[in-house]
C-alpha cells in the first residue's frame, strides 16, 4: 500500500517526499476563483487563505510542477466541491487544461456532473473520485468505472468489511482503492455536510451537538478527549491524534486497498513529518510479519512499542476495530 499525503503549501513537497511519502495531493484555488466567488461557491471546500492549506497562484503549480519532475512523486489536485453553478463548469475546465499543460495529469473530484462535463468535453486527465462523492456500493462504483474513475476513495464511514466487498465484487476493474489511514476523523460525512472551511466562521465538526442518548454521551466522551489532546497538542506529539487507523492496515490490506490517505493539509508541518515516519514504520512492520507469517496480535504488539513507544495510543479510531471482519 502507497502512502498518499496532505500537501498545505509548495515547501511542504520535499520534507513529505523525503519521510517517505509515496504520492501526495493539494488543492488549487486561483485567486481569480476567490475573488470572483469568494466562500459560498467554493473549488475545493477549503477557501483559507490564513495559514497554508492549499496552493493560490499559478506560479505556485510551476514550482511544484519542476519539484515533481527532480522527484518523481505525482502531486493531484483536489476539487471536492459536491457541485458547481453551470457557468463554472468552463471555468474549472480551463483550470484543468492549465495545470495538465505543465505536467498536472490527476485530478480529486467529487462532482459527477463535472467528471461527466470533462469527458464530453475530451479532457483525458486522470480522475480520482473523492470521498466527498457520498455512499458507495458495487453498482455505484461500476457506475464511475464507466465514467473513466481511476481510483476510489472511500470516505471515513465505510466499514473495512463494506469496502472488501466492494473491492472484491469489482475486482475485475483493476480500480485502485484509497481508504483513510490517520487524521482528521470527523462525526459528518463530506457528501451531507453543508459546513464551510474558511477563515471568515468557525468549522461545524468543531460544534457540539444533541442527538439520541447513547450517541450525546459518545460525543461528550469524544469532546472531552479532543480538548485533552489539543492542551497537550503543544507540548506533546501523538501520533493519530485527530484519527488513526494504524491497527487496521492488516485488515485494509487484505480488503484490496491499495493506497492510505494521510489527511494533513494546514497541520504543523513537523507534525506531518513524523506522521509520513510512522505509517510508512507501521507498513514496514506488516511486511515484516507478512514475511515471517506472524499473527496480527504480534502486529499491534510491535506497533504499540514501535510507534507509540508503549503508550497507549489515542482512542480515536478510523474503524471500529469489532468491524475489522
Known amino acids: 500500500m502507497k502512502i498518499v499525503a496532505g500537501l498545505g503549501s509548495v515547501d511542504e513537497y520535499i520534507p513529505y517526499v523525503q519521510a517517505g511519502?509515496?504520492?501526495?495531493?493539494?488543492?488549487?484555488?486561483?485567486?481569480?476563483?476567490?475573488?470572483?466567488?469568494?466562500?459560498?461557491?467554493?473549488?475545493?471546500?477549503?477557501?483559507?487563505?490564513?495559514?497554508?492549506?492549499?496552493?493560490?497562484?499559478?506560479?505556485?503549480?510551476?514550482?511544484?510542477?519542476?519539484?515533481?519532475?527532480?522527484?518523481?512523486?505525482?502531486?493531484?489536485?483536489?476539487m471536492n466541491s459536491l457541485y458547481y453553478i453551470p457557468e463554472q463548469y468552463e471555468e474549472i475546465a480551463d483550470i484543468v487544461k492549465q495545470c495538465m499543460k505543465i505536467g498536472f495529469d490527476s485530478f480529486i473530484l467529487a462532482d459527477p456532473a463535472l467528471i461527466l462535463y470533462l469527458r464530453q468535453k475530451?479532457?483525458?486527465?486522470?480522475?480520482?473520485?473523492?470521498?466527498?462523492?457520498?455512499?458507495?456500493?458495487?453498482?455505484?462504483?461500476?457506475?464511475?468505472?464507466?465514467?473513466?474513475?481511476?481510483?476510489?476513495?472511500?470516505?471515513?464511514?465505510?466499514?473495512?468489511?463494506?469496502?472488501?466487498?466492494?473491492?472484491?465484487?469489482?475486482?475485475?476493474?483493476?480500480?485502485?482503492?484509497?481508504?483513510?489511514?490517520?487524521?482528521?476523523?470527523?462525526?459528518?460525512?463530506?457528501?451531507?455536510?453543508?459546513?464551510?472551511?474558511?477563515?471568515?466562521?468557525?468549522?461545524l465538526c468543531r460544534t457540539t451537538y444533541w442527538g439520541d442518548a447513547e450517541m450525546e454521551e459518545r460525543m461528550e466522551r469524544v469532546r472531552k478527549r479532543t480538548l485533552e489532546i489539543e492542551e497537550q497538542q503543544e507540548q506533546q506529539y501523538l501520533c493519530g491524534k485527530s484519527g488513526c487507523a494504524l491497527c487496521a492496515l492488516p485488515h485494509l490490506e487484505a480488503a484490496g486497498i491499495t493506497?492510505?490517505?494521510?489527511?494533513?493539509?494546514?497541520?504543523?508541518?513537523?507534525?506531518?513529518?513524523?506522521?509520513?515516519?510512522?505509517?510508512?514504520?507501521?507498513?514496514?512492520v506488516l511486511e515484516e510479519n507478512q514475511r515471517e507469517e506472524k499473527e496480527t496480535g504480534r502486529y499491534i504488539d510491535q506497533l504499540n512499542k514501535k510507534i507509540f513507544d508503549g503508550q497507549p495510543c489515542g482512542n480515536n479510531c478510523i474503524y471500529n476495530p469489532g468491524q475489522f471482519l
Open 21 to 78: 511519502a509515496d504520492e501526495l495531493f493539494c488543492g488549487y484555488v486561483p485567486y481569480n476563483w476567490t475573488k470572483k466567488y469568494g466562500t459560498v461557491l467554493p473549488l475545493n471546500r477549503r477557501e483559507v487563505l490564513a495559514y497554508n492549506v492549499q496552493l493560490g497562484s499559478f506560479s505556485e503549480l510551476e514550482i511544484l510542477s519542476a519539484m515533481i519532475r527532480k522527484y518523481r512523486k505525482p502531486v493531484h489536485i483536489a
Open 122 to 203: 475530451g479532457i483525458s486527465c486522470k480522475i480520482h473520485l473523492s470521498g466527498e462523492a457520498g455512499e458507495m456500493n458495487r453498482e455505484a462504483i461500476k457506475v464511475f468505472r464507466e465514467m473513466g474513475i481511476g481510483r476510489i476513495i472511500f470516505h471515513r464511514k465505510n466499514t473495512v468489511a463494506s469496502m472488501r466487498q466492494m473491492i472484491e465484487a469489482v475486482n475485475a476493474e483493476k480500480l485502485e482503492f484509497e481508504a483513510f489511514a490517520l487524521n482528521e476523523l470527523c462525526q459528518f460525512t463530506g457528501a451531507f455536510c453543508n459546513s464551510l472551511h474558511c477563515d471568515e466562521m468557525g468549522y
Open 259 to 284: 493506497h492510505l490517505k494521510l489527511v494533513g493539509r494546514g497541520n504543523y508541518v513537523e507534525d506531518m513529518i513524523r506522521d509520513i515516519r510512522n505509517l510508512k514504520a507501521a507498513l514496514g
